[in-house]
């Protein structure tokens, strides 16, 4: 396909999500299968440019000079690549697929640099007054393509072993900041999952800043630890490495479908894991050595890897978020022992769903260890976590 033809078809595609606004790989995936002529390099090159556009919305519609509402998927296209420095009559040729010339309305162009500050680093205006204390340059860092990186499997090789065994195929790595177990693919991240370390459970995709939450879990071999909010599974894993195959690790997910891939990833890592069912998380009241809270959140730190999650986040979604936030860590710090520690969790940049939260449930009984506040400029996404403890004496 010629880039004018990708660009058609990113179009579609936007266009699509536009009207609809579904979650945004699931029309992706829909293009793909009506269209089983495109490559994989074609299909690859497609998708970068609907996220691209997507993360970018709100700047691509200013450079554009059109109106949010009512915009289409060449308005994205068009946009992005002026707030790009790029010229778009290269693209809109008009040309056998691909999309057509510029009209005179269209060659109208607007100054970024005069945005405000939710357009020019894209987000919606009503997330200002929660952003206020987030520096530009971190929200500009959530408008780019996430790297990708992956947790090393102590329990099956070094750091310096898995890097070999990618290298084999063709994937190059380099050590990724912020713990001694994560890996960043800087070539072939798409051999990765087919790849012979990942089949055999020597690593695991995981951003370097979660694997650097997960690691305050304070989870030593022979403990009783669950995974509250355990979702894919991702820190289930990491955790179950820590424990080094020895104590009990208890699994829930309100939502048991997310857990579905599970078994499966836990078998290639070589790992046992035990799910409880909602019923039955009151008989585990006070018997948790270490609970782990991941809870929901605005995913406002993950914002690069989901950017269509932050067009349907809404304020009244947060206020619920925030309810259930404060729910879940009440019913973490039940199920520990007098002596447990909970570790609650987010991808969120948002005070109100971190530091607020475990404030407000952190009073006479319970009380703050430590906590660590990461943002993109570390190196990964943006995560909050906080380990607690009960007062004694």
Not at 162 to 187: F, G, M, W, Y
Not at 360 to 379: F, H, K, M, V
């Amino acid at each position: 396909m010629t880039p004018a033809a990708r660009a058609q078809a990113a179009i579609s595609i936007l266009d699509d999500w536009l009207s609809e606004k579904a979650q945004l790989d699931r029309k992706l995936a829909a293009w793909g299968r009506r269209n089983r002529y495109a490559g994989s390099k074609d299909r690859h090159a497609i998708a970068d440019l609907v996220w691209d556009a997507v993360r970018c919305k709100r700047s691509a519609l200013w450079s554009a000079n059109v109106a949010e509402e009512g915009a289409r998927g060449r308005d994205l296209i068009r946009g992005r690549l002026i707030s790009r420095g790029e010229d778009p009559s290269e693209v809109f040729t008009g040309e056998r697929y691909g999309p057509a010339v510029l009209t005179d309305e269209e060659q109208h162009e607007r100054d970024l640099g005069v945005a405000p500050r939710a357009v020019r680093l894209d987000y919606p205006d009503w997330l200002d007054p929660h952003l206020v204390d987030v520096p530009d340059t971190e929200l500009d860092l959530l408008r780019v393509r996430a790297p990708l990186d992956l947790r090393v499997n102590a329990l099956k090789a070094t750091r310096s072993e898995a890097a070999k065994s990618l290298e084999q195929d063709q994937i190059e790595t380099a050590p990724a900041p912020l713990t001694p177990l994560a890996l960043r693919v800087t070539t072939g991240e798409r051999r990765v999952r087919q790849s012979a370390a990942y089949l055999n459970g020597l690593v695991e995709i995981q951003d370097s800043a979660s694997q650097a939450i997960v690691a305050m879990a304070p989870c030593t071999p022979g403990t009783t630890v669950l995974d509250l909010c355990c979702g894919g599974g991702g820190k289930t894993l990491a955790l179950a490495a820590m424990m080094q195959g020895s104590g009990r690790l208890l699994t829930h997910d309100i939502d048991t479908g997310r857990m579905a891939d599970l078994p499966s990833r836990a078998a290639r890592a070589g790992i046992s894991f035990e799910p409880v069912e909602t019923k039955d998380l009151s008989e585990l009241s006070g018997q948790c050595d270490v609970v782990v809270a991941d809870v929901p959140c605005s995913g406002t730190g993950a914002w690069r890897r989901t950017p269509d999650a932050k067009w349907r986040l809404t304020a009244a979604r947060l206020i619920e978020l925030r309810v259930k936030q404060k729910e879940i860590l009440l019913q973490a710090q039940e199920l520990a022992k007098p002596s447990g520690k909970v570790l609650y969790s987010t991808c969120s940049l948002l005070a109100c769903e971190n530091a607020e939260i475990v404030q407000d449930a952190c009073t006479t009984a319970w009380q703050i260890e430590r906590t660590l506040t990461l943002r993109p400029s570390d190196g990964g996404d943006g995560f909050f976590g906080a380990l607690m403890s009960r007062v004694t004496g």
